[in-house]
T-cell receptor, first 114, second 111 residues
Framework: NAGVTQTPKFQVLKTGQSMTLQCAQD?????MSWYRQDPGMGLRLIHY???????DQGEVPNGYNVSRSTTEDFPLRLLSAAPSQTSVYFC???FGTGVSYEQYFGPGTRLTVT | AQSVTQPDIHITVSEGASLELRCNYS??????LFWYVQSPGQGLQLLLK??????LVQGIKGFEAEFKRSQSSFNLRKPSVHWSDAAEYFC?????????FGAGTRLAVHP
């Protein structure tokens, strides 16, 4: 199993540009989520999905869109990038929707918006 | 409000010394508690978790943590630190669908 994979590893955007961060998992996990990590703030939940076709907002959803058309993939879209979205983004997945299931993290995408 | 506080931003210990990383939480119901470790440039790896039962839980890499309900704490300990333990450590508390993370404690290990 590859686990949770994320592409790209690094990305530089100009303000106003759009892009999609890709996340895929091959463990048949129901639950997938996106976090952003900023210095001194830990990880904050952006969006999550409890299954194909079902998504919901986390703590910091503004400026981001998600969709879940398959169990395996959970892309994160930035429609109009802003410097405040400079961060490291982590995708995570777990087998079930409850937090008792172990959550597996991808290696992260470092995004810089200039 | 649900929150996690890790009071120590940076900690430096000597190799072979003992370690305790502090974590305090605020949560309305019985919490699920976790410790994760992040090595430089890597994703997070689960060290250990507490759901119920014995309040002293053992994890990977020789770490353990103790849940103290009266103090709303879940401190991480290791009796003898190795240089490879240098990393950032995150405490997290969870409910049904969401995990709330602390800001992290960065651990440096001196030879």
């Amino acid at each position: 199993n590859a686990g949770v994979t994320q592409t790209p590893k690094f990305q530089v955007l100009k303000t106003g540009q759009s892009m999609t961060l890709q996340c895929a998992q091959d463990m048949n996990h129901e639950y997938m989520s996106w976090y952003r990590q900023d210095p001194g703030m830990g990880l904050r939940l952006i969006h999550y999905s409890v299954g194909a076709g079902i998504t919901d907002q986390g703590e910091v959803p503004n400026g981001y869109n998600v969709s879940r058309s398959t169990t395996e993939d959970f892309p994160l879209r930035l429609l109009s990038a802003a410097p405040s979205q400079t961060s490291v983004y982590f995708c995570a997945s777990r087998f079930g929707t409850g937090v008792s299931y172990e959550q597996y993290f991808g290696p992260g995408t470092r995004l810089t918006v200039t | 409000a649900q929150s996690v506080t890790q009071p120590d931003i940076h900690i430096t210990v000597s190799e072979g010394a003992s370690l305790e990383l502090r974590c305090n939480y605020s949560y309305g119901a019985t919490p699920y508690l976790f410790w994760y470790v992040q090595s430089p440039g890597q994703g997070l790896q689960l060290l250990l978790k507490y759901f119920s039962g014995d309040t002293l839980v053992q994890g990977i890499k020789g770490f353990e943590a103790e849940f103290k309900r009266s103090q709303s704490s879940f401190n991480l300990r290791k009796p003898s630190v190795h240089w490879s333990d240098a990393a950032e450590y995150f405490c997290a508390v969870g409910g049904y669908n969401k995990l709330i993370f602390g800001a992290g404690t960065r651990l440096a290990v001196h030879p």
